[in-house]
C-alpha cells in the first residue's frame, strides 16, 4: 500500500470511522519519553500491579481494579490497569464505552481494531476483516484511546518474536453498566464483583476460525503510523529503534531485579500531649504512690456521622492497629532494646513498651474476649470505653491506658496514657535513657499509627470521610 508522511505540530493522531456506523475509534500520540523507558516503566508498574489485592491474570491481560463503581452516589465509573505483554493478546471487545492511557514497550505497539457489527458478521464472518485497520505506535511513547462499545480490538508487538512488552495501560469505563450487558454480568457489575476480565467478550467462533486458517496480509491492512521526532520507516526513525530495543531490554532487566516499591505520605494526624491523665482516665488509680514519669497522649478524629458508634468496637480496632500496624522506627528500637537487655533476664517484646502486655498469654481478664488487660470500663451507653495494660519488670513497673471517648456526632477522642514506677537503680538509669525519645517518638508514633489502621477497619470511618484532627 501507498504510504505517506505528514508532518504535524500537534499531537499526533488516528481516527478509524466505524464500519457499523457507531462511534469512531480514536488514538492520540502524546508524548515521547526516553531511550528504554517504556520497557522499565512497564517492569515496574506490572510488579505493583501483581500486588496489588485485587489483581487478576486472565486472558493474556493481566489487570488490576483500582477503584470500583459507587451507584449510591451516582457514580458507574470505574479505573483499572492493564498489561500486555511480548505475546499480545486475543481479539476481543467490550460492553461498554472505554477510554485508556497507556505507554508502550521499547519496541513499540500494533493496535489491530475491527468495527464490523454482530449484524455483518453473522451475514458474512469476512465483513470483520473488511472493517479491520491498524495503528501503529513508537516505542517508550505515552499515548491515549477512547472507542465505544462492540469495537472488537487487539494488542500485539509490531513484529512476532519480539522480547519487549507492549503497553502498560490505566483505564477508565465511564460507565460500567453501559452497552448491551448480559443479564448475568450486570447484576455483577452491580454487586461491585465484574472485572476486567468479565467485561471480555472473546471473538466469535466463525471469525476466530477464519482469522486462524485464513490470516490476512498484513500489508494489504489499512495502516496508520504515528510517531515522534523521525518519518516512520526513515533512517532516523530505524536507527532511533535500534538504540531504544536494546536500551529498553537492558533497563527492563534491571527493574525486575529490584524491588518494586512505592511510598504514600498524607496529612499526619496531630497528637497533642496532656499534661496529666483525663479526670475519667483509669491511669489515675494505677501506682498512685511513687511514680517516677507519667504521660498521656490524645488524637482526635473527626468526620460525620459518629452518632450510634460504639466506643468499645473502636476501642478494639485500636487494640488491633497496636498489634497489626506497628511504626517501622518503633519496631526497629524495640529490636535494638530487646537485644541489649536480653542478658540482663528483663522482658523482651516485638512491641512498643506501653502495649507490651497485649501479647500476654494471660487470659483471666480479657476485653470483648480477645484481648488481655489488667482492668477494662465501659460506660455512657458505650460513649466511652478504656482498658488498663502493664506489666512488672526486674527494673520497673508500668501501667498504660487506652481510651476512646466519642465526644459528639463528629469527634472521637482516643488516647495512650503510661505511668512508670522504678524499682531500683537500673530502673532509674534505664527510664532516663528513654524518656525523651518514648515522649516524643515512640508514644505518639505508636498511638499514630494504630488510629490510621483502625479507621482503616471501621466502615463507619471510612463511610463517613473521618479526618484527623
Not at 105 to 126: K, M, V
Not at 154 to 168: E, L, T
Amino acid at each position: 500500500m501507498a504510504s505517506t508522511a505528514e508532518t504535524v505540530a500537534t499531537f499526533p493522531q488516528a481516527r478509524i470511522r466505524s464500519h457499523a456506523g457507531g462511534l469512531p475509534v480514536e488514538v492520540f500520540l502524546i508524548a515521547q519519553l526516553g531511550h528504554g523507558a517504556g520497557d522499565r516503566m512497564f517492569a515496574d508498574a506490572a510488579a505493583r500491579q501483581r500486588a496489588h489485592p485485587d489483581f487478576i491474570d486472565e486472558l493474556d491481560e493481566p489487570s488490576a481494579k483500582l477503584a470500583g463503581t459507587d451507584f449510591d452516589q451516582g457514580d458507574a465509573t470505574a479505573l483499572y490497569t492493564f498489561a500486555v505483554g511480548p505475546q499480545g493478546h486475543p481479539f476481543h471487545r467490550h460492553a461498554g464505552h472505554r477510554v485508556f492511557t497507556a505507554v508502550t514497550g521499547s519496541g513499540g505497539a500494533l493496535l489491530r481494531f475491527s468495527t464490523a457489527s454482530d449484524a455483518q458478521i453473522a451475514a458474512d464472518p469476512r465483513s470483520f476483516l473488511d472493517a479491520l485497520h491498524h495503528i501503529r505506535l513508537p516505542p517508550d511513547s505515552l499515548f491515549t484511546v477512547r472507542f465505544g462499545d462492540g469495537a472488537w480490538h487487539q494488542f500485539v508487538a509490531p513484529r512476532p518474536g519480539s522480547r519487549h512488552p507492549v503497553f502498560f495501560a490505566l483505564s477508565c469505563h465511564t460507565d460500567e453498566l453501559g452497552g448491551p450487558l448480559p443479564a448475568s454480568e450486570r447484576a455483577r457489575v452491580l454487586r461491585g464483583e465484574a472485572n476486567l476480565a468479565s467485561l471480555t467478550e472473546l471473538l466469535p467462533e466463525p471469525v476466530r476460525m477464519l482469522l486462524e486458517n485464513q490470516p490476512p496480509d498484513a500489508t494489504a491492512i489499512p495502516t496508520v503510523t504515528l510517531a515522534f521526532d523521525a518519518a516512520p520507516g526513515s533512517t532516523r526513525q530505524r536507527l532511533c529503534a535500534g538504540v531504544r530495543g536494546p536500551l529498553g531490554r537492558l533497563r527492563g532487566a534491571i527493574s525486575g531485579w529490584r524491588r518494586s516499591s512505592g511510598f504514600i505520605a498524607g496529612r499526619v494526624a496531630r497528637v497533642a500531649a496532656l499534661a496529666e491523665p483525663p479526670p475519667r482516665s483509669l491511669l489515675r488509680g494505677e501506682l498512685t504512690r511513687d511514680f517516677h514519669h507519667q504521660d498521656t497522649f490524645v488524637l482526635s478524629v473527626r468526620g460525620q456521622g459518629f452518632h450510634g458508634l460504639r466506643a468499645s468496637q473502636v476501642l478494639a480496632d485500636v487494640l488491633d492497629g497496636f498489634l497489626q500496624h506497628r511504626p517501622a522506627g518503633v519496631s526497629a528500637l524495640m529490636e535494638l532494646r530487646n537485644l541489649l537487655v536480653r542478658p540482663l533476664r528483663l522482658r523482651i517484646s516485638p512491641l512498643g513498651c506501653p502495649v507490651s502486655s497485649l501479647l500476654s498469654p494471660q487470659r483471666d481478664h480479657l476485653f470483648l474476649d480477645r484481648f488481655p488487660v489488667l482492668a477494662q470500663q465501659i460506660g455512657d451507653g458505650d460513649r466511652h470505653a478504656q482498658v488498663v495494660l502493664g506489666a512488672d519488670d526486674r527494673h520497673l513497673v508500668f501501667r498504660s491506658c487506652v481510651g476512646v471517648e466519642i465526644v459528639s456526632g463528629d469527634r472521637i477522642d482516643i488516647s495512650l496514657g503510661t505511668r512508670v514506677r522504678c524499682s531500683n537503680v537500673f530502673g532509674h538509669a534505664y527510664l532516663a535513657l528513654i524518656d525523651r525519645v518514648h515522649h516524643t517518638y515512640v508514644a505518639p508514633a505508636m498511638l499514630r499509627a494504630a488510629v490510621e489502621k483502625a479507621a482503616e477497619r471501621s466502615e463507619v470511618l471510612i463511610a463517613n470521610d473521618g479526618l484527623f484532627a
